[in-house]
Structure formats: C-alpha cells, structure tokens
C-alpha cells in the first residue's frame, strides 16, 4: 500500500465504529498518526487504536462528543499536544434518524442537526486552527442528502447542509492553501446498517434492504467500509490537492 500519509496527523471524529474506524484504519496503513475521537464507547475506541498501534502506528483515542464544540476542540488540542501537528481531519461521526413529520421534536432537529451538521462546521473550526497550508479535511455527507426517502427528513437535511458547507467553506479555506470535500456514501454494512437498513425501502415496496439495493444500485450490494475509506483516503492525499467544494458519491452507483 502506498504511504500517502507518512509524518502526517489525522484526526477521525467517529473513528470508534463503522466507516470511521475503517478510515482510521486506512489512514494509518498509510502512515499517518490517529486521533481517534469517539462519544461513548471507550472499549471500541480502544481496540482500533490497539489495532493500528500493533502494526507499528501511532494512535490514541480521545473522548469527545461531537454535539459540544468545547469538546471537538479538545479533541483537537489533545492530537497536536500528542503528534505536534494536524494535517488531516476527517468527520465521520454522526447518527442516523428515521421519523414521520408530524412525530418530529424540536429536541430530534436540534440533535440531529446538531451532531451531524453542527459536530462537522464546528470540527472543521477548531481543526483549521492548527492547520498549515496543505491541509486537507473530508466530511461525511449521504445520499440522501439527494434521493427521497421515506420518514428521512432530517437526516437529509442534516447531510444536504455539509455538501453546502463543504461547497461555501472551500472559497475561504482555498486563501490558506486548506481543501475541504465530503464523501457521501450510499449503504455500507456496518453496524449502523445493522439498526437501520431495513427502513430505506419504502413501506408499500415491501423489500428487504437487500432485494432493495439490487433495484436501486449498479452494484447490487452494500458497500464495505474499507472500500468507503478508500474515498477519504483519496480526497485526504495529495493525489486530491486540486479538488475542494466536491462531494464525492460512493454509492455502489445508484440508479
């Protein structure tokens, strides 16, 4: 494997589970120094930073809950205090929400939003803060920030704002020499998938996700979390230093 990220730092937020922990993973592979930022789950943030360092990486893992910017600042100043430097931030942390609009709170909008588009903006704040020129930070958008479905308002709206953010952050991050892009993954087996998966076809299609994915994408499956990692890898590297404001699609190619 290439050592895109050698003397390089990485900070994942949401790097205990799932697409984050994969990316963690690819990142250090590459030669990167982890932070790893994860909300609750100490023992999970634990044993991916066991994984990276027992194969010669560097990693720690740091608790921070992306809905108190305070925190994600911390998460920030404890990377540069335990690597010297940031390079590279990746959000990755986020929950997931299905709701009918006439069940849904002003507490459900204010957390959703507030993890999955404001844990994101305010990352991105602190990170910069540290950031020289070259640096690259990779946010997490969804497909469904563009295709309707079923009882996911929210969501949506929550993953729609962070390719606008990536898209309007770009033209002041571009005057420190900084790229910011999203990747928007479709459905990928994790656990998160697990819990949810079976509430994106819509209730009169009468589909299991599975028989759903094999109308709905070109490659008729879930996607891996190594193979999203490798979307954040790309746009993390200096093979991207010529793409900001994107969001880049790993669907499986939805039709």
Same mark, same amino acid.
């Given at each position: ?42 023992? #999970? ?7 990276l360092t027992s194969g010669g990486g560097r990693a720690i893992a740091v608790q921070a809950d992306v809905l108190h ?8 100043? #404890? #990377?540069? #205090?335990?690597?010297?430097r940031l390079d590279v931030l990746v959000c990755c942390a986020g929950i997931e929400h299905f709701g009918p609009l ?93 819990e949810n998966g079976d509430n994106y076809p819509h209730p009169e299609l009468n589909l299991s996700l599975d028989a ?44």
């Amino acid at each position: 494997m290439e050592r895109r990220f050698d003397n390089k730092v990485a900070v994942v937020t949401g790097g205990s589970r799932g697409i984050g922990a994969a990316v963690a993973e690819r990142l250090a592979a590459e030669g990167a120094s982890v932070a790893i930022g994860y909300r609750a789950n100490q023992e #999970a943030a634990d044993a991916v930073v066991a994984a990276l360092t027992s194969g010669g990486g560097r990693a720690i893992a740091v608790q921070a809950d992306v809905l108190h910017a305070s925190q994600t600042g911390r998460l920030m100043d #404890a #990377a540069v #205090a335990e690597f010297g430097r940031l390079d590279v931030l990746v959000c990755c942390a986020g929950i997931e929400h299905f709701g009918p609009l006439g069940e849904l709170t002003r507490a459900d909008f204010d957390r959703v939003l507030g993890i999955n588009a404001g844990g994101q903006l305010f990352a991105v704040q602190h990170a910069v803060r540290h950031m020289r020129p070259g640096g690259r930070i990779v946010l997490t958008s969804s497909v469904s920030a563009s295709r309707a479905i079923f009882h996911h308002t929210l969501y949506a709206a929550g993953k729609a704002a962070v390719e606008a953010m990536v898209l309007n952050l770009a033209a002041e991050l571009g005057l420190r020499g900084i790229t910011i892009n999203a990747v928007a993954p479709g459905g990928t087996a994790t656990d998160m998938a697990a819990e949810n998966g079976d509430n994106y076809p819509h209730p009169e299609l009468n589909l299991s996700l599975d028989a759903w994915l094999r109308t709905h994408t070109s490659l008729r499956r879930l996607g891996e979390p190594k193979e999203i990692a490798a979307a954040y890898a790309f746009l993390a590297s200096d093979d991207a230093s010529y793409l900001t404001g994107r969001t880049l699609a790993a669907d499986g190619g939805y039709l």
